[in-house]
């Protein structure tokens, strides 16, 4: 549970090597339909690989908050799951006890109208 993969690092080089990349015309790779063109609404298309590290810095950092909230879900449901065990644990061990209780309960019942019946045969006898 403690296990995190890392997230890869880049040097200041490679970041560099990314901001001098100029993005492709969009019109000249996917020809007449670009399927992904509502994605992007809004973005200017002269950002360029400029901001791609603003862009990875905020997908890391969002990415950071949603799992650290996933692991908080996590250790709240197994939290929840291990109280519903024992809660579990102890309920079937009092049925348990019960059940004992109530075999020992039918035996005490089972003497007492023995020991009625065996009065009553005396009675009947005087």
């Known amino acids: 549970m403690g296990y995190s993969p890392s997230l890869p690092t880049f040097s200041k080089e490679s970041m560099n090597?990314?901001?001098a990349l100029r993005?492709?015309?969009p019109s000249r790779v996917l020809g007449k339909e670009d399927p992904f063109r509502d994605c992007f609404?809004?973005?200017d298309d002269s950002a360029d690989l400029n901001n791609a590290s603003t862009l990875f810095e905020e997908a890391h950092r969002l990415f950071s908050r949603y799992i650290t909230?996933?692991?908080a879900e996590l250790s709240q449901c197994e939290a929840e799951l291990k109280?519903?065990?024992d809660e579990e644990k102890a309920m079937?061990?009092?049925c348990s006890q019960k059940e004992e209780e109530l075999?020992?309960?039918?035996a005490d019942l089972a003497k007492a109208r023995k020991n009625e019946a065996e009065l009553d045969k005396q009675l009947q006898q005087k």
């Open 23 to 25: 993005m492709p015309d």
């Open 41 to 43: 609404t809004g973005v």
């Open 103 to 106: 075999k020992d309960f039918r």
């Open 69 to 71: 909230k996933f692991k």
């Open 92 to 94: 079937r061990l009092l």
């Open 17 to 19: 090597e990314a901001r």
């Open 83 to 85: 109280k519903s065990l």
